[in-house]
DNA sequence: GTGGTCTAGACCACA
DNA sequence: GTGGTCTAGACCACG
């Protein structure tokens, strides 16, 4: 994996991991890759993929069993939440960067509608 | 102004003298505030509105006048030009986060429409 | 049992069949659960009880008979010291706790009257 | 300062910082000590001390100004709760601990007074 | 100078 | 082998 300059290393693998959950590519109760194998993946360091993982664990999305690995939640609820959270969280800076640069609503939808073409 | 942790403080300042000037409040050939005046205003240190402005002067969207200030470049072209970049980069970003988030492109646009209600 | 993170667990085991055992639950003379039948009950590892029992040998409140297994001291004065020891030690840790958190030796009482209505 | 083994360190660094905060040796907007200061007087590594540091900003506890160092709320109300969390936590671990050891509520009072004498 | 992030490398607790 | 914590040392962003 490749990862953008200006935004914290752990923080690209705390998205990269919350994709993998959301689009069901890591199901609910799998174990997640070791922090080491994920550290020679994505070429990181290990303590870099702790922090990552640190903070998953305190909002619930993944938990640890000591000397076993790291679990996906099971609380199906809790992650589709966090699905629905994420996405208007993007939509909400789309739709925000768009007005910045002086597009209005209106526009928005027929901008995109071009881009996907 | 205020700035979000984790992306650096001057390209923020960029993106947001970057918007200033492609929403008319600047325009072509208009002197932009001083770097004390634009600290002061956005609360950061002058150092750091130094840096934007260094960068947006390389990237060709202001140009400075020894002892008089910064200036908004007058060749429009590359002004509506860096707008329709901003656009499609922001386009680009959002589909390709969307997509990551297991949205498919033909689901976009109603997510879209049903968010800006 | 459920195990406090960040407090190694086998310290937790020793100090569950401390409990155990100054309750009168385990009573002096008897043989206590053999480690593979607590670490089935206590969901932990054998490995982990062992290093608890161990320790609780080296102190003298277990010992072991080869091929027999662990069987509590039946030196009853050690027990009550024992038990005396663990809860001075919980009243200093409790006091000193309070001190740190600004709570004079005089209040301290009322506090805790309040908490146990 | 020394810290106990078996807790690891930036917990007792936090528990360190929360009754300076308590006691009121660090005052509401106050300016704690840098990272690297803190990093000498308790002879540990500075990262360490952010690992701290970084759990009570997230906490609310403690807010950031990049470049500058990290300052005490000046929410008092956040303050005041978090005092009362934390003594309630401290009466609670010792009822339970008490109880633990075969020590029943009442008696408990009475244990607590002699040893206050 | 002050905080934030990252690496390399080490040791411990647990299964 | 798996996660958790810690150190030493380095570089960046910011004031």
Redo the contacts between chains.
Sequence with gaps: MEFKD???IY?QIKQYLY?QI???KLKPGEKIPSVRELAVKLTVNVNTVQRALQQMN?EGILYTK??EGNFVTEDTTLLEQT?QN???E??????Q??N????A?EQ??S???E??K
Tied chains: 1, 2, 3, 4.
Excluded: C, H, Q, T
Aim: charged share 15%; hydrophobic share 50%; aromatic share 6%.
């Design positions: 200006n935004v914290p923080l994709r959301i689009i069901g305190a000591r000397g699905k994420l996405i208007n993007e939509l909400g800076k789309f739709v960067s768009m910045a640069l002086g597009v609503d928005i939808s901008l995109l509608s881009y996907l």
